[in-house]
């Protein structure tokens, strides 16, 4: 069996943030919809204080989000979890994806006890659709996070202890 590659690109992952927007998950009852945006990008430091989050973190613009979604995608963490959901008959099968940021500086920041700092890692949760729906998956959501759960770049697949990225840790 071939390994299932693809070439993200900005401007395809920026099309598919906001195809994803408000999306209904397919993942299970009581997911909330589609976020990477609305949640994620150009809230301001009062729109972040004010979230239940400890800490809360958001990219300053689409353009950013998109750049840090298409490295983590095309990074071979994100190529294996990009394999995985295209190999899943069962619609609604979600994998968290945690990456490095590309190497020229994206613009996010977080508020952590009212105070911002340059993030290094991005987390996209990432949701299989049916066959034949659109690109065959959406970006549930897409952050940048202070660290790597499990100290390196890797996937996993949400609610279960399997972890394919070959990490012996679970998050």
């Known amino acids: 069996m071939s390994f299932i590659r693809h070439q993200f690109d900005d401007a ?3 099309a598919l943030l906001i195809r994803s927007e408000g999306r209904v998950s397919p993942h299970g009852p009581g997911t ?11 809230i ?4 972040l204080n004010d979230r239940d989050l ?3 973190t958001a990219f300053l613009t689409l353009a950013d ?3 840090a979604a298409t490295a983590a995608l095309n990074h071979h963490q ?6 995985f959901l295209m190999r899943q008959a069962r619609t609604g099968r979600r994998v968290i994806l945690e990456a490095a ?8 920041g977080t508020v952590h006890r009212n105070w911002t700092q340059p993030m290094a890692v991005v987390c996209l949760i990432l949701d299989r659709l049916a066959q034949g729906d659109g690109d065959g998956f959406h970006i549930h959501t897409c952050y940048p996070v202070l660290e790597y759960r499990v100290g390196c770049p890797s996937w996993w697949v949400e609610g279960t202890f ?5 990490n012996a840790r679970r998050p």
């Open 65 to 67: 989000q998109a750049r």
């Open 162 to 166: 399997q972890f394919p990225s070959g």
């Open 12 to 14: 395809g992952v920026r």
């Open 32 to 42: 909330k919809a589609g976020h990477a945006g609305g949640r994620h990008v150009a």
């Open 101 to 108: 940021m590309p190497t020229t500086p994206v613009r996010c």
């Open 54 to 56: 400890n800490p809360a």
């Open 44 to 47: 301001t430091r009062q729109g």
């Open 78 to 83: 994100g190529q294996g979890a990009y394999d």
